[in-house]
């Protein structure tokens, strides 16, 4: 028998994932989250809006072993009866984090490549591209103690997504509800130099953010998610 191609490991929930990264908090405003957030139709028609994130983070342990991650959380969203967040764009390093994100939990994962700097003085360089082409760059400065952070903070955390079939097409038909936990400690981050192309990612170079945190010793676990109505 041959072996299963690497990029085909199947990975069920639940997982639990560990590493270091950014987050970054802000209110985005309906307009530019419609023009240019990637939303999908059935995310256009729940959009609500209130505070989203975007988190790019260096995952050094998963079920499917190391990769990073950046993606983009408009804000609220409601599907029926659920208010909920959603990922609107969504990059990761692997392709076994592609398709059983997609599987798994209907996450729209797309594969690029990242770089970390290591930290020097306080600073740290990202970068992200795809296909060879770099469509985000940004320089982190950390300051100030440490403090812990958690998903219990915001009490009801979770996202919905649409379905995929095969990790090609979602199903609009099927929402897949997650409630993921997430925890690690953090200190208060500046962030300079941001480029961004807006073909890739929506550009938030010009949205002042309510705060950008740099986060360590993160651990988050993904749970089995349960079907709901739209």
């Given at each position: ?5 690497r ?21 985005f ?28 983070v ?6 499917v ?20 967040f ?9 392709e ?46 950390t300051?100030g ?29 099927g ?33 002042k953010p309510?705060i ?14 349960r079907?709901?109505?739209g």
């Open positions: 028998m041959l072996p299963t191609p990029h085909q490991m199947n990975a069920p929930p639940p997982w639990t994932l560990t590493g270091y990264g950014l987050i970054l908090v802000a209110h405003p309906e307009a530019f989250v419609r023009r240019h957030g990637f939303l999908q139709p059935y995310q256009q028609v729940a959009y609500r809006g209130w505070l989203g994130t975007v988190m790019l260096n995952y050094q342990t998963s079920n072993g190391p990769y990073a991650e950046l993606l983009f959380i408009p804000g609220l969203f409601r599907f029926g009866n659920t208010t909920s959603s990922i609107a764009k969504i990059y990761v390093s692997t076994e984090s592609v398709v059983n994100g997609r599987l798994n939990w209907g996450i729209p994962k797309e594969r690029a490549d990242f770089a970390f700097s290591e930290p020097a003085r306080g600073y740290q360089q990202i970068s992200v591209s795809r296909r060879g082409q770099p469509f985000l760059s940004v320089q982190a400065k300051w103690p440490r403090f812990p952070i958690s998903t219990a903070f915001v009490p009801g955390f979770r996202v919905v997504q649409a379905s995929f079939f095969e990790a090609s097409e979602p199903a609009v038909s929402l897949l509800l997650t409630k993921p936990t997430a925890s690690g400690s953090a200190r208060l981050a500046s962030l300079t130099n941001v480029t961004i192309d807006s073909t890739f990612f929506p550009d938030l170079s010009a949205i309510i950008a945190l740099s986060v360590e010793n993160f651990s988050m676990q993904f749970p089995h998610p079907q709901i109505r």
